[in-house]
């Protein structure tokens, strides 16, 4: 249907909206406010940022320089890094996809998947182990549950030589995931020696985590607020996530409603909706959609004691 001429606003909040019903009009609009915002505006980057996402997994060599146009302005983005590198990875171009996620991984060295997907493409795609390892070892410490994780650092260990290590490591990973099947092929491959081919694919993932709390952590530090006002944003979105079942296609959308929340909560001057948007690069009228539902099923108000920093 033909709404006539559209202001970018407007494209801006119709494609936001199709992102988080998940609708097939999504690209058509995103690649509308592409070709009418101006280059290098927010809703520029919006739009070619949201086109490479879509775009990755099918035409990753088109995401790729979709993302090289948003990174032109928004170089300390760990996120647009990491998905550059899955980009390269998926076109097998692992040296640049590595350079990516050392990037990533240097902007949020908190993040264990960045370290795991360095990691691991050092390991298996350029067969150089040794300068893997702390990068593998550096994702199990902040992921240590996780079985890709453990299997890959098992990998990586027995490459070096140390299999009794390797095949603790990999009887671990087979335990936290006792479905995966690559585990149960990395232990007979350490068993016989590790002297074979690598057993390990050249897999590596979508940046992963909790990107609501990761965008929220990022913002929330640049604009200013405490460590103690970030602690209680990610326990209003704690009792978000147990009151309510969320769909979560927009990370950046419910993290600035989280960040604009606590704004509220304090009574923090200046906090408004529209630069709040504008600093997460999502559209307002999301933002006040988010923080109506915020606010309606927590009964939030002004000084609320259950989130304010001081209680």
């Known amino acids: 249907m033909d709404h006539g001429v559209r202001t ?6 119709e494609a936001e909206e199709a992102l988080e019903a998940s609708s097939k009009r999504a690209e058509a609009l995103l690649t509308k406010l592409a070709s009418k915002a101006e280059e290098g505006s927010d809703a520029s980057l919006f739009a070619y940022r949201h086109l490479a996402e879509l775009n ?3 035409n990753p060599w088109k995401a790729a320089l979709q993302l090289r146009r948003v990174l032109t302005y928004c170089g300390d983005d760990d996120v647009l890094h990491a998905l550059m590198g899955l980009c390269h990875a998926l076109l097998g171009n692992y040296r640049v996809a590595v350079r990516s996620y050392r ?3 240097q902007l949020a060295p908190l993040t264990p998947w960045y370290h795991h997907n360095l990691g691991h493409l050092m390991d ?5 182990p040794a300068g893997a390892e702390r990068h593998l070892r550096r994702a199990y410490e ?3 549950e996780h079985d890709e994780i453990i299997g890959s650092l098992a990998h990586c260990v027995a490459r070096l030589g140390n299999l009794k290590q390797a095949k603790r490591l990999a009887k671990l990973a087979q335990e936290k995931g006792p479905c995966n099947p690559d585990h149960r092929i990395l232990i007979e491959w350490i068993e016989a020696g590790a002297i074979e081919a690598p057993a390990a694919k050249t897999n590596v993932r979508r940046p992963q985590g909790d990107r609501v709390v990761q965008a929220l952590q990022v913002k929330m530090r640049e604009a200013g607020f405490s460590r103690a006002q970030i602690e209680r944003a990610k326990e209003l979105w704690a009792d978000m996530q147990d009151r309510c079942e969320l769909r979560i296609t927009k990370p950046e959308v419910l993290a600035a409603a989280l960040e604009y929340s606590i704004g509220v909560v304090e ?3 200046g906090c ?3 630069e709040v948007a504008r600093r997460y690069g999502v559209a307002p009228a ?3 959609a988010r923080f109506a539902q915020i606010r309606n099923a927590l009964a939030l108000r002004p000084g609320d004691p259950r989130y304010a920093a001081v209680r």
Not at 124 to 128: G, K, M, T
């Open 8 to 13: 970018i606003e407007e494209l801006w909040v």
């Open 56 to 58: 990755l997994e099918r």
């Open 103 to 105: 990037d990533a991984s």
């Open 124 to 128: 298996v795609a350029l067969s150089d």
């Open 142 to 144: 902040l992921e240590p």
């Open 267 to 269: 009574r923090r001057p």
């Open 272 to 274: 408004t909706q529209a």
């Open 286 to 288: 999301s933002v006040s």
